[in-house]
């Protein structure tokens, strides 16, 4: 029994620990909890975390080869490669009110697209 005890207590002590690494995205009729995710080195969506079935997590895991067209003037190349797998665009804000690009699956859930770029290059 204590045992059992002992593993609730860590389990919820790093739910706490984890937490803290987390931040609440707001965008055009859209709220969503993103957290830091370093095996990627961007924000994720919080039910990508423990869900083995999430694409935004699965992504990172298939090696993509993206060509992207001649960007024009001020075109983000992060969104650029969103755009290219065909995945939509969203600009989020996060708490501070600073503007950054996310890619949305099919599934709902959220990458930075940052991290999508990092990936693919």
């Not at 389990?11 to 620990?17: E, N, T």
């Not at 090696?63 to 983000?76: A, E, T």
């Not at 995945?87 to 503007?99: F, H, M, R, V």
Request: proline share 2%.
């Amino acid at each position: 029994m204590l045992k059992l005890s002992s593993l609730i207590i860590l389990y919820f002590l790093s739910r706490v620990a984890f937490a803290a690494e987390c931040e609440t995205f707001t965008g055009f009729k859209i709220k969503e909890k993103l957290c830091f995710d370093k095996s990627i080195s961007g924000w994720i969506s919080e039910k990508c975390i423990t869900d083995k079935n999430c694409l935004a997590k699965k992504f990172f895991t298939i090696k993509k080869k993206v060509s992207l067209p001649d960007l024009v003037g001020g075109q983000n190349p992060a969104t650029m490669y969103c755009h290219q797998l065909k995945l939509e665009i969203l600009i989020l804000k996060d708490s501070s009110d600073n503007e950054q690009s996310f890619c949305q699956f099919p599934d709902r859930s959220i990458v930075d697209a940052n991290a999508v770029e990092g990936f693919l290059e």
